[in-house]
C-alpha cells in the first residue's frame, strides 16, 4: 500500500513538471509545422523536422550577430562588475571611517530605484557626455557597458561587502607585516577566497544583463547593435501573423540559456538561493 | 606619510565603482527630481519650464495614469498571491522524499531564467492558438477563448505568465526554509501521531515564516514593477487595459514626448516600490528584536 502510494506520487509529480513545461513543447512542436498543419491541431507532433523557418528566422533577426553581441556585453560588463565591485567593498569593511559608511549606505539605498525612475535622466546624462567628451555613450557596446558597470554595483558591492566582514584581519595582518602593498594583498590573498561570492555575482548579473530589454533598448539604435531580446522584439513587431517563423526565432533564443542552465545548474540553483535570501 | 599613502589607496580601489555609479545612477536619480518640477518636451534645444509641484498636481486628474496605478495595485496582489502559492506547493513538493525530486526542482526553475519578453510572446501564441483551438475541439468556450482580447482576462494572463516565470524563484526561496528546520522537530510531531497537514499548519508554517516574508515582499515589489511581460504579451491592450504603471511611465515620456510630466510619474513610481521595500524592512528588522 505504502509502496504503490509513493510510486503514483512520484509519477503525478513528474506529469505535474512536464505540464509546467508544456509552453515549450509547444513552441518547439509548432516551429516545424507549416500554417495548415498548425491550424489543424496545435498540439500534435510535426509530421517531419523541416527546419526551414530555423533557418529563415536566423537570419531575419541576425542571430549570430546579436548572440555574440548579447555574450561580449555581458562578459565584459560582469568582468569589470566582478573586479571594481570587489575591490571597493574590500576598501568600504577595511577602512573604518565615516565616508566608508555613508558610501556603503548609498550603494544599498539606491537598490531600491526601479530602473523606470531614472531612465530618462540616465539618457539626458549619457547625452551629455557624449556631447561634450570624447567618449561615445550613446548606441554603442561601451556606453552599455559603462552603464551595466553602474548598474550592477550596488548590488555586487553588497554582497561581497556581506562576505568580506567574515573574513579574519589575521590574514591580511601578516602580509602587511610583511612589507606587502594593498594591491598585492587583494589580488593575491583576498580575491581568491570570495569565489562563493564572484559566482554568485556572476550568475545573477548573466540572468540580468542576458534577458535585459528596456535599457539596451534605449541605448542602442544601430541594427548591427542589437542583443537579442532587442533582435527579438523587433522581429516580433515585423512577423506577427507568422507564427511557425516565430516560434523557431523564440527557440532560437532560449537554446543558449537552456544549454547554459544544464552545464552550470549547480551553481545557479546556489547562486540564485544567495542572492535572493540576503 | 602613511595617511596620505592610505587615502591614495583607498581612490584607486573605489574610484573606478563610484564614477560609474554616480553617473549611472546617483546623478540620474537626483535630477529626475529636479526634472519633474519642469514642462519639457525633451528636446535639448527647447527651454524647460519651470512649474514648481503642478505635474504632481495635474497626476491626480489623469485618468489613464489612475487607471494604470489601480489596474498595478490589482495585478501586484493577484500576482503576487498565485506566484507564492504555487511558489510553496512546488516547494514542500520537492522537499518530499521523492527520487524525482531533483529533476522537479530543475523544471519548476527553468522558466525563470528565461526573459520576460520572450515568455510573453511564447505565451501570446498560446493564448492566441492553443487556447482558442482548445475551446472550439472541448467546446468549453467560456474559459478556453484568446484572453489577451478582454479586458479582465488580458491581466489575469499577464499574472498567469508571470507566476510562471517567478514561481520556481519563490519556490528556491521557500526550500531553503522548509530545509532550515529541524528534521528531529518534524519527527517528534510524526512520533506523537501528527499527520502529514498537522504537521504542516503547526510545524512547518510558523517556523516558514521569515521564508514567507521575503518571497511575499519580493513577489509584491517585482511584480509591481513589471513591463516585460506586459510589453510582449498585451502590450497594454484591449485598448489601453492592462497598461500598467511602468508602461504608462514609459509611454508618458517616450512616447508622448512629456519628459517632466512622465518624470513625475516615474518619481511616484519610485516612492512606491520604495514604500513596498521599507514595510518589509520594518517588519524583518521586528522580527529580529523579538527573536
Known amino acids: 500500500m505504502k509502496k504503490s502510494k509513493k510510486l503514483i506520487m512520484e509519477i503525478v509529480a513528474v506529469l505535474l513538471g512536464i505540464a509546467y513545461l508544456s509552453p515549450f513543447y509547444i513552441m518547439i512542436v509548432n516551429s516545424f509545422k507549416n500554417r495548415a498543419q498548425m491550424y489543424e491541431n496545435v498540439l500534435s507532433l510535426p509530421s517531419k523536422l523541416d527546419f526551414q523557418y530555423y533557418i529563415s528566422a536566423m537570419s531575419k533577426m541576425n542571430f549570430l550577430n546579436s548572440f555574440l553581441n548579447s555574450l561580449f556585453i555581458a562578459v565584459v560588463s560582469i568582468g569589470f562588475i566582478v573586479v571594481f565591485a570587489s575591490m571597493t567593498a574590500w576598501m568600504l569593511v577595511r577602512t573604518k571611517h565615516v565616508i566608508s559608511k555613508i558610501i556603503f549606505f548609498t550603494f544599498v539605498a539606491t537598490m531600491l530605484i526601479p530602473f523606470q525612475a531614472l531612465m530618462m535622466p540616465l539618457m539626458q546624462v549619457m547625452g551629455a557626455i557624449s556631447r561634450n567628451t570624447f567618449l561615445q555613450m550613446l548606441n554603442s557596446r561601451f556606453g552599455l557597458i559603462y552603464m551595466y558597470i553602474g548598474f550592477g554595483s550596488s548590488m555586487a558591492v553588497f554582497l561581497f561587502h556581506g562576505f568580506i566582514k567574515g573574513i579574519p584581519l589575521s590574514l591580511e595582518e601578516a602580509a602587511t607585516l610583511d612589507g606587502c602593498n594593498k594591491w598585492y594583498i587583494f589580488w593575491k590573498i583576498i580575491f581568491p577566497i570570495l569565489k562563493p561570492t564572484t559566482v554568485t555575482v556572476i550568475i545573477l548579473d548573466l540572468i540580468w544583463i542576458w534577458n535585459d530589454f528596456l535599457l539596451p533598448s534605449l541605448v542602442l539604435s544601430d541594427k548591427a547593435l542589437r542583443t537579442i531580446p532587442l533582435s527579438t522584439f523587433y522581429f516580433f513587431g515585423e512577423f506577427t501573423i507568422q507564427w511557425n517563423l516565430a516560434m523557431a526565432g523564440l527557440v532560437l533564443t532560449v537554446i543558449p540559456v537552456i544549454i547554459f542552465y544544464i552545464f552550470a545548474q549547480k551553481y545557479i540553483i546556489k547562486g540564485v538561493t544567495a542572492g535572493a535570501v540576503k | ?291
Not at chain 2, 489623469?62 to 489601480?70: K, Q
Not at chain 2, 505568465?161 to 529541524?182: D, E, K, L, N
Open chain 2, 1 to 291: 606619510m602613511k595617511k596620505k599613502k592610505n587615502k591614495l589607496w583607498f581612490a584607486v580601489f573605489t574610484v573606478p565603482t563610484l564614477v560609474a555609479f554616480l553617473t549611472v545612477v546617483v546623478i540620474p536619480f537626483l535630477m529626475g527630481i529636479f526634472y519633474s518640477f519642469f514642462k519639457w518636451d525633451g528636446i535639448p534645444l527647447h527651454e524647460k519650464e519651470f512649474v514648481g509641484l503642478s505635474n504632481y498636481g495635474l497626476l491626480l486628474s489623469d485618468e489613464r495614469f489612475l487607471n494604470a496605478v489601480m489596474l498595478t495595485l490589482k495585478y501586484t496582489l493577484i500576482a503576487a498571491l498565485f506566484i507564492n502559492l504555487f511558489g510553496l506547493m512546488f516547494a514542500l513538493l520537492v522537499t518530499q522524499k521523492l527520487r524525482v525530486k531533483n529533476t522537479l526542482r530543475t523544471m519548476f526553475f527553468t522558466p525563470n531564467l528565461i526573459g520576460g519578453l520572450i515568455l510573453g510572446f511564447i505565451w501570446q501564441f498560446v493564448f492566441k492558438n492553443v487556447f482558442t483551438q482548445l475551446g472550439d475541439a472541448t467546446g468549453l468556450n467560456h474559459f478556453f477563448f484568446n484572453w489577451l482580447l478582454d479586458e479582465k482576462y488580458a491581466l489575469i494572463a499577464i499574472a498567469v505568465v508571470s507566476t510562471w516565470q517567478m514561481a520556481g524563484y519563490i519556490m528556491i526561496i521557500y526550500i531553503t526554509g522548509i530545509q532550515s528546520i529541524p528534521s528531529e522537530l518534524v519527527e517528534a510531531a510524526r512520533v506523537d501521531g501528527a499527520n502529514y497537514l498537522q504537521r504542516i499548519k503547526h510545524i512547518i508554517f510558523p517556523l516558514l515564516a521569515p521564508a514567507f516574508t521575503i518571497s511575499l515582499f519580493l513577489s509584491l515589489s517585482n511584480s509591481f514593477k513589471i513591463y516585460d511581460v506586459n510589453l510582449s504579451l498585451t502590450n497594454g491592450g484591449p485598448s489601453k487595459a492592462t497598461e500598467m504603471f511602468a508602461m504608462n511611465v514609459f509611454n508618458e515620456i517616450f512616447g508622448y514626448n512629456n519628459y517632466g510630466f512622465g518624470q513625475a510619474k516615474a518619481v511616484i513610481f519610485f516612492l512606491f516600490v520604495a514604500l513596498i521595500t521599507l514595510v518589509q524592512v520594518y517588519f524583518s528588522k521586528k522580527r529580529e528584536v523579538e527573536m
